[in-house]
Structure formats: structure tokens, C-alpha cells
């Protein structure tokens, strides 16, 4: 009896086996782009994309100039529905934001509504002497006093910060630190070589600090002594990990992505390991950095890398929570621009973004991930290749995605365009 037991459970795993190998793989999704009216706004640029209410509503915040002051900004948010935006709201308007293309401000929200935002502020010492400053936005709608994450107050640089809300009063924050390159000088440490800029005690540095709505900061970490001057970072969370990637700066000036993880329950940072070995040797900042998504156990991050003299954006695969990652995927057979972006909605459901040259034309390109595969590239929208339409973002919402970018001209404005997507 035993025996014939055995030989029936054997039979049944070998079934199943058999079965698991015949699976077929998932159908591919089914992308319809669409223009969306923006929110109202006259010179608007620089947008910042983050989900709401679970991915069924998304948050923009935007920079445009104030009616109040000639000279001065003002940083907008507004909320879109799935059909329209709600009416605009400012978070704070001055004379002496730091703008950059590249660094922009950013928003992240609790249910329906932001919770906090962040932006740069000028400080004396220098023309390029900046600070990070964040706030907290009560459930009556007010916000706070401004809050600066970093320790060091000197007239350096700080910025291209990632937010991740924890829960409605907590915000953990990753920016790069310059206390170290002020020394060196911003013309030196951006657009110089290396041999301009010294040696590699003086490269920027990567923070993170949990904030909280209260103004207290919590234990500032440094994760890494040297990275890339001026490239973003993106942060995102799966399940009690974030998981970060950046662009790592090497002594022999090999500036390839990076990743790394920080658990929230002991507290601390992994040892950064690379995502990619392109083996970038650049002696200065390409300002193209990568960013990454997660929803459930899937992570997917994305970057651009220009070794070999020729623009390449690339994606790596996650599905145990930013354990392992696989091996990485060209997004396109042709040059790319790159500025890539990422937004997931579920495991099964998520976009990878890219600026492709196609001619005298740049093209915003995507690919949808079906929760096996990466699909064909399609066209989400021609886009301005220069500096002034900054850096297209998505995020989930509803059954689908919503992307922004700046289109400069006479009277910038910022142009969204909603990706539904079909399928299981």
C-alpha cells in the first residue's frame, strides 16, 4: 500500500511539473494614448507626478510664475480624477527658489491628498549655494513651516532628493550632499574633469533621514561617500524595504547605476551594489539619472548609460521585492536621449518610459510589463529634445498611467497624456 501511495504521488508531481512548463505566458497589454487638458497655468514647467487613493487618482505639482511678484514662483499641486484636475493649489511662492531643469520639486500624498512636498532654496555664499526644504500639509489643507532635512547648513549644494511617504507624519527623504564638494566649486565639480576637480574626497555624497511632520529629522546616514554630481535618485517601497538607485561615481570616473536597500525595521542601508557595468567612463555629470517602481513583490528601475558613444536607455526586473534583479534589457534598438521614467500599478501591470530620437524629432516611448515581460516599444507623444522640457514622469492611475513633461515655447506649459491600458 505504501508503495502504490508513493507511485500516485509521484505521478501527481510529475503532472503538475508538466503543467507548470506548458504555461503559457501572459497576453500582451494593449496601450491607448490619449491628451488630457492640463491643469490651468501660464508658464507652467518642471512637473512631478505621484499616486493617490491607491493608484486611482494622481498628484502634480508644478513650478510657474506667481501673479502676486514679477520675479517670484510659485510650487502648484493639483489632483486629477481619472476625468479632470482640481483647481490648483500653492504650496509656497518666493523669489529665491533654485531652479533647475533637472532638479525639480516634487509632491507625495497619503490618500487623496499631498502630505508633504519639497523644493530648493537658494542660500548666501554662492551663486550655485542651495538648500533642500520640505513641508507638511495638515488635513485642514495648511502648510507648515519649512523644514531642511540635511545637517549641514554650509553654502553647498543639496538636492535631487527622493521622498517615499512612511504614513500620514512621517516622510523618509534621500538627497546628495555636497559638504564635501563645495570645496571644489560647482564649475569644477559639474562640467570640469576630474583632474580639474581634485581627488575623489571632495565628490558628492548620498543622505537619507526619516522627517517628520513635527520638524523633527531622525538619524541622518550617509550611503554612499562618492555618486555622480548631478543625476537623480528614486526611491521606492516593497513591502518594509526601499529600495533606492543612483548613479555611482567610481576613482577611475566609471559612472554606472547603483542600487541599495534600507530596512525599515532595523534602520539601516545595504551595501550599494551595481545594477548595471556599462562601464560609463565620464570625467562629469551626463544629468540623465535612473528611477525605479514597485508595486507588491515587482520592482522595475530604469536608466540610461552612454558607454561605448552611444545612448542606450535600459530596464531590470525585480519580482522579490529588489532582492535580485535581472539582467538588464536595452529599451530601444535605436540612440536614446534616455530620461527615463517608471510607474507601476500592480505586479501584473506596470510602464517604462524614454526620450527616443527619431530623426530631427524626440519621441516619448513606452514599454508595458504584463507581469512576464516587457512589451513592443509604442509612441506616447513628440517631445522638445532640448534642456526645456525637462524630464517626462508617470505614475499609476486608474487602468492605466498618466505622463507629463514641460513644453517650452513663447509661454511654457505642461502637457499630460493619459496611457489606458487593455488585458488581463
Known sequence: MPSRILVRI?????????????????????????????????????????????????????????????????LLW????????????????????????????????????????HWLQKVPGSTYAYHVNMAFRDENGTWGPAITPHAD?????????????????????V??????????????????TASERGVLETAMTLHSAMVHDDGTVGEELEIDASVCDCCQ????????RIILVYRNRTASEIRDIYSASYSLETGAWSEPQPLSNEGWEIAGCPVNGPQV??????????WYSGAGGEGRSYAAVSTDGGLTFSDPQVLDSNPTIGRVGVAAKNERRA?????????????????LWNGTTLGRPFEIGQIDGSRAS???????????????????????????????????
Request: proline content about 7%.
Open 10 to 74: 509521484s505521478y501527481a508531481l510529475l503532472i503538475l511539473v508538466l503543467l507548470a512548463g506548458c504555461e503559457k505566458p501572459a497576453a500582451p497589454l494593449l496601450a491607448t494614448v490619449g491628451e488630457i487638458a492640463p491643469p490651468p497655468g501660464v508658464g507652467a514647467r518642471f512637473p512631478h507626478l505621484a499616486s493617490g487613493d491607491g493608484g486611482e487618482t494622481a498628484l502634480m505639482s508644478w513650478l510657474q510664475p506667481a501673479t502676486n511678484e514679477a520675479d517670484s514662483m510659485a
Open 78 to 117: 493639483s489632483r486629477f480624477d481619472g476625468t479632470t484636475w482640481s483647481e490648483p493649489e500653492q504650496v509656497t511662492a518666493r523669489d529665491s527658489f533654485f531652479i533647475n531643469w533637472a532638479d525639480f520639486p516634487s509632491i507625495v500624498a497619503a490618500g487623496e491628498a499631498p502630505i508633504a512636498a
Open 153 to 173: 547648513r554650509s553654502a553647498g549644494e543639496h538636492g535631487f532628493v527622493s521622498l517615499l511617504p512612511i504614513d500620514s507624519s512621517r516622510v523618509f527623504a
Open 175 to 192: 538627497w546628495l550632499d555636497g559638504y564635501q564638494a563645495r570645496a571644489a566649486g560647482h564649475g569644477e565639480g559639474h562640467h570640469g
Open 233 to 240: 535618485t528614486s526611491a521606492a517601497r516593497s513591502g518594509d
Open 293 to 302: 517602481a514597485a508595486a507588491g513583490e515587482l520592482v522595475i528601475a530604469s
Open 351 to 367: 510602464l517604462v518610459t524614454w526620450i527616443g530620437a527619431a530623426g530631427d524629432a524626440a519621441i516619448v516611448h513606452g514599454r
Open 390 to 424: 525637462g524630464f517626462p514622469r508617470a505614475v499609476a492611475q486608474g487602468d492605466g498611467f498618466l505622463v507629463a513633461w514641460t513644453e517650452p515655447g513663447d509661454e511654457h506649459r505642461v502637457r499630460t497624456v493619459k496611457v489606458s491600458v487593455e488585458g488581463p
